[in-house]
């Protein structure tokens, strides 16, 4: 699908009736969207690693699972034997939090890597628990980046330079996005080959999509034409309730194929994991959420 904004978006907020063959999943081999559920294969062992493909993962919307879906997708590919890079670029450092790690005890960051000249991206770079999965921390001076970066030449641009001298050494780098569409966000997708948008499955889901649809347009045209939509992600969903199930309809009828087939329930064990400090798929390994997040890295990988 194109990336042009669909008519729908602008009034998706109202729910309306929903095809039975939507609304039921599951029956037939019909997945939570509606559509049949393709088996995706346990892809191969890699030989070799990189390049790298960036996917942003990105809504100016709050609280829609942006950053949980950072730390599980990856922690997923990298079961998978993906070499990650996971790149906290919110100022909240929540990424960091989830992974364990205490932004206010680093010594250097996202920010001093895109401000200072000097630093090198190996000065910020950080193991996880997790094997073959690497983390580039932020921390709450990220803040200042925004404003200080408006001054600099090739403003936009910046994430992607410092990124480019390690991209051979992994398969996918992960860019978690803070909830606006500012120049933290406008660098995230101008590095970015693709963006996946995670949406929550409540009301107002839809709602600010096509504003986000527009900006990746205009990245895609005047700064990297390289850049797609990876794919919608439908999170926090409860099959149980009728309004559960006729947003994400809402949203499969929006978006069409670009819908992922992996659904992320709503579960308590997500927040449970950020106390942890570590992804879904070691804390509860055999859950239903870490098998969801290793079905997304098979049809991330798949695509
Ligand atoms: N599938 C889920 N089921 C239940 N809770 C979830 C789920 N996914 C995320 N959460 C919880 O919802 C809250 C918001 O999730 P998360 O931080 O991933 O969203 P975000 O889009 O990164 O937010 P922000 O815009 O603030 O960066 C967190 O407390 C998280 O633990
Ligand atoms: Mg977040």
Request: charged residues 20%; hydrophobic residues 45%; proline residues 6%.
């Amino acid at each position: 699908m194109s990336l042009s904004t669909r008519s729908v978006l602008t009034e998706a907020t109202e729910v309306g009736t929903i095809p039975s063959s939507l609304a039921a999943g599951d029956a037939d081999g019909v997945g939570p969207t509606g559509r049949p559920r393709p088996t995706f294969a346990t892809p191969a062992p890699l030989d070799h690693h990189g390049p790298a493909r960036i996917l942003a993962l990105c809504n100016q919307k709050g609280g829609v699972g942006k950053t949980t879906s950072t730390i599980n997708l990856g922690a997923a590919l990298a079961e998978a034997g993906r070499r990650v890079l996971l790149v906290d670029f919110d100022p909240q450092g929540a990424l960091s939090v989830g992974l364990g790690v205490n932004p206010l005890q680093l010594d250097r960051t996202v920010y001093n890597l895109l401000m200072e000249a000097h630093v090198d991206v190996h000065d910020v770079m950080l193991k996880t628990s997790v094997p073959g999965m690497d983390l580039l921390p932020s921390n709450i001076d990220l803040s200042a980046a925004e404003v200080q970066l408006v001054n600099e030449v090739a403003r936009e641009q910046t994430l992607a330079r410092v990124l480019a001298p390690v991209l051979d050494d992994y398969d996918i780098v992960l860019v978690d996005c803070q909830p606006s569409l500012g120049l933290l966000t406008v660098n995230a997708l101008t590095a970015a080959h693709g963006v996946i948008i995670p949406l929550e499955c409540e009301f107002f889901a839809l709602r600010g999509v096509a504003l986000l649809i527009q900006t990746i347009e205009k990245v895609r045209e005047r700064l990297n034409p390289q850049l797609e939509l990876e794919g919608i992600l439908a999170t926090m969903y409860d099959a149980r309730t009728l309004h559960g199930r006729e947003v994400l309809a809402r949203v499969v009828e929006a978006f069409g194929d670009r819908v992922f087939h992996t659904v992320i329930n709503r579960t308590v064990r997500f927040p449970e994991t950020t106390v942890a400090g570590e992804p879904i798929t070691t804390y509860a390994s055999s859950s239903a959420g870490a098998k969801a997040y290793r079905e997304l890295a098979m049809e991330v990988l798949a695509r």
